[in-house]
């Protein structure tokens, strides 16, 4: 089967996902050659496939994140998740970390990589050694989106099931509610993203959106624009220093500040997912 991601580079190698019968969904590698090219490792055994969510949303299966002269990736086991780790060859590709419960990341956030499993936060220099949790949540993170020195999370509380964001560091003293506000949530993601060292997200707020940015303090997070009449939001792209989004059916755009924040121009009917370029 081809492959079922695009190829990222493990040591010197692109790394990628690809499917056969025997294997399922696994990692492989390649050197350009037919004989270069092999399965780094059958990380769930058998048929049953590692990479996340395939083939239903292969953006997610085919995320790698390089730390040192490694990559990482979430694989789905049958009772919840683990984070790989491979160096470029079969050898070097190895589990890092096992949950019972599903778990959301791996991201890079200062030289480390952080992840939730359940309501608890990791972080992880790339061993099994080197992964540990000080932290504990009282909310259950639904996603976890890098940002430079920080992470953002969209953490859904079990009392009256408002979604706040959050940041960490994978810290106990570096994870702070940024703004007692419900993130909101497109199809049950949460509207986040990064653009250069700040977190962009969106919280609903009486009839109508608003637009937040935050440097992962609580000092730092500042209310971008009120956004009236909206109602809901998708397709969020950096491209440089500023942010894209879909809205209202309109293709909007900001840099930040309120006078920064408008609407470029309108889109009707159906629309790819925007994608610029920067």
Known sequence: TPPSSAPTTAGHSPAFFATTPTEGTEPWVTDGTAAGTVLLADLIPGVTSSAVNYPTTPSLSSRWLPLGNALYTRATERLGNTRGRTDGTPDGTQRVFSAEHISVGPELVGGQLLFAA???????????AGTSSSVT???????????????????????????????SDGSLAGTVLLVDAGVYSASSTPAVTAVGTRAFFFVSASSNLQLWS?????????????????????QLVASGALLYFNAGGNLWVSDGTAAGTHAIRSLSGKFAPLAPQG
């Open 214 to 234: 935050s440097d992962g303090t609580t000092g730092g997070t500042t209310l971008v624009a009120d956004l009236p009449g909206l109602s809901s939001v998708s």
């Open 137 to 167: 949540m009282s909310c259950t993170p639904l996603s976890v989106t890098g940002v430079a020195s920080f992470a953002l999370l969209a953490c859904r509380s079990s009392s009256d099931f408002v979604t706040r964001p959050w940041a």
């Open 118 to 128: 359940q309501n608890k936060l990791y972080v992880s220099d790339g061993t099994a």
